[in-house]
């Protein structure tokens, strides 16, 4: 079965600190995508970025940048320099061979100014 | 461009009660899905469909059920209603999925749902 761990549940930093979430994952298959998606307080579910399995560069997008790692599973996500608007939930979702997206528990991110 | 649109925006039921959720999307998608949002409890899948006619059960399916007759709608049916079910629903549709190949799924807005 597949799954989605972020062990983090809520993380408080104050603006402009970089903050890293931690996403590891779970599943059989060799080919997979990896998600992160934004939930601000206003509670839509915003996409952030899609990763494929076969695809292990790093990616960077403006102050957020991404680190995937097949050997130890995860797909960490890092703020820099971290804003008051970053404040979200944020989510990690894994989809796999079988049309399912399963996602983590998400971590709350506070970003305080 | 609508997107996902989801109705009600909230609800209110009694135990026992029944309801269905509506979703729609008017991108063409075949993926779609159904999840829940209890607090601190991430995003679980309810139950999805990968096209008109199809539908297959996601991870907490108990208590739900869905129909896919089109490529544009896709409601969730709640029947006898109970506290547990209390959450916020979220329909979210995608134009592919699976491990060949896969995009972002489009969220609608959710429904808040209570259940006393």
């Known amino acids: 079965a597949q799954k989605v761990t972020q062990a983090q549940t809520e993380i408080s930093v104050v603006e402009k600190e970089d903050v890293t979430l931690d996403c590891v994952y779970e599943?059989?298959?060799?080919?997979?995508?990896l998600f992160w998606y934004k939930q601000p307080p206003s509670g839509e579910l915003v996409f952030l970025i899609r990763?494929?399995?076969?695809?292990?560069q790093n990616e960077i997008s403006g102050r957020y940048s991404w680190n995937f790692q097949k050997s130890t599973s995860s797909f960490n996500f890092t703020i820099t320099a971290s804003q008051v608007v970053d404040s979200a939930v944020y989510f990690c979702?894994?989809?796999?061979?079988?049309?399912?997206?399963?996602f983590g528990k998400g971590t709350r991110l506070h970003i305080l100014p | 461009n609508a997107g996902v649109t989801q109705t009600p925006k909230f609800r209110i039921l009694k135990i026992g009660q029944s309801m269905t959720l509506q979703c729609a999307q008017d991108?063409?998608?075949?993926?779609m899905y159904w999840y829940r949002q209890d607090p601190g409890m991430g995003l679980k899948l309810i139950y999805y469909?990968?096209?008109?006619?199809?539908?297959d059960k996601g991870e907490v399916p108990n208590g739900y059920n869905v129909s896919r007759s089109t490529t544009e709608d896709f409601p969730l049916r709640l029947e006898l209603a109970a506290p547990s079910q209390t959450s916020v629903y979220f329909c979210?549709?995608?134009?592919?999925?699976?491990?060949?190949?896969?995009?972002?799924?489009?969220f609608g807005n959710g429904t808040r749902l209570t259940v006393t």
């Open positions: 979210a549709s995608s134009y592919a999925a699976g491990s060949s190949y896969n995009s972002p799924l489009h």
């Open positions: 599943t059989r298959d060799t080919t997979y995508y």
């Open positions: 990763r494929n399995s076969f695809d292990e």
């Open positions: 979702a894994l989809s796999g061979w079988d049309d399912k997206i399963i």
């Open positions: 991108m063409n998608h075949n993926y």
């Open positions: 469909s990968v096209g008109a006619g199809i539908t």
